[in-house]
Antibody
Framework: EVQMVESGGGLVQPGGSLRLSCAAS????????MYWVRQAPGKGLEWVAN????????HYVDSVKGRFTISRDNAYNSLYLQMNSLRAEDTAIYYC???????WGQGILVTVSS | QAGLTQPPSVSKGLRQTATLTCTGN????????AVWLQQHQGHPPKLLSY???NRPSGISARFSASRTGDTASLTITGLQPEDEADYYC???????????FGGGTELTVL
C-alpha cells in the first residue's frame, strides 16, 4: 500500500521558515519525479515544485523561486521542502506527491500569520 | 504564471453525462495534453486520467478524457452522487518549465 506522510507544518510568523518533510513507502520512490502542490483555504490547487529522480533537475512556481527549495533523499524515501521568507499568501495545505500526480499525501497545514 | 481555464461550476442530473473543459495554449494542453484530478471536500486529489485518456488502475470507465487543440475535456457518463466533487486539470508548460493548474470545476449532481 502506498503511503505518503507529511510533517513539519504549523504556525509561523511572516518572514519565518519551515521545513516540510514527506516520508514515502509502498512504491519505488527513487524511480519517480516527486512534487509539492498546495491549496490555500477555500481555493484551488497550485503546483509548487518538483524534483527529478536523482535530484539533478528542479522546477518551481514563480511565486516561490528564491524562497523555497525542494530536495529528496532516496536512501530514506523522503522528500523535503525548505520554505524561507514565508508570506501570508503561502498559507495553505501542502501536499507531497509522486509520479504524474499518481501518489498523494494527506496534506499538512502551513499558516503564516503574526 | 498563467493557469488553465475551467468553468467554475457544472450541474447535471443523476445518470446524465457531464463534460468538463480545460483550455490552455500550445505550450501546455496543446503540446502534452492534460491530466485530470478529482477532489472531494476534505480529501487529497485523486488522479483520474493522464496522457490522453489513460486511466489509473481502479478508475471507472465512466471517466474518459480527450483533447482537441488547446482544449482538454473530461466526460463523465452515468453520473452518480459520489461524482459530486471538484475537478482539476493540469498540464506541463514547456515555456514556463512548470506545471499549471486550472481553477477547478465544481460538479453538482442534481
Amino acid at each position: 500500500e502506498v503511503q505518503m506522510v507529511e510533517s513539519g507544518g504549523g504556525l509561523v510568523q511572516p518572514g519565518g521558515s519551515l521545513r516540510l518533510s514527506c516520508a514515502a513507502s509502498g512504491f519505488a520512490f527513487s524511480n519517480y519525479w516527486m512534487y509539492w502542490v498546495r491549496q490555500a483555504p477555500g481555493k484551488g490547487l497550485e503546483w509548487v515544485a518538483n524534483i527529478k529522480q536523482d535530484g539533478s533537475e528542479k522546477h518551481y512556481v514563480d511565486s516561490v523561486k528564491g524562497r523555497f527549495t525542494i530536495s529528496r533523499d532516496n536512501a530514506y524515501n523522503s522528500l523535503y521542502l525548505q520554505m524561507n521568507s514565508l508570506r501570508a499568501e503561502d498559507t495553505a495545505i501542502y501536499y507531497c506527491g509522486g509520479g504524474l500526480y499518481e501518489y498523494w499525501g494527506q496534506g499538512i497545514l502551513v499558516t503564516v500569520s503574526s | 504564471q498563467a493557469g488553465l481555464t475551467q468553468p467554475p461550476s457544472v450541474s447535471k442530473g443523476l445518470r446524465q453525462t457531464a463534460t468538463l473543459t480545460c483550455t490552455g495554449n500550445s505550450n501546455n494542453v496543446g503540446n502534452q495534453g492534460a491530466v485530470w484530478l478529482q477532489q472531494h471536500q476534505g480529501h487529497p486529489p485523486k488522479l483520474l486520467s493522464y496522457r490522453n485518456n489513460n486511466r489509473p488502475s481502479g478508475i471507472s470507465a465512466r471517466f474518459s478524457a480527450s483533447r482537441t487543440g488547446d482544449t482538454a475535456s473530461l466526460t463523465i457518463t452515468g453520473l452518480q452522487p459520489e461524482d459530486e466533487a471538484d475537478y482539476y486539470c493540469s498540464a506541463w508548460d514547456n515555456s514556463l518549465s512548470a506545471w499549471v493548474f486550472g481553477g477547478g470545476t465544481e460538479l453538482t449532481v442534481l
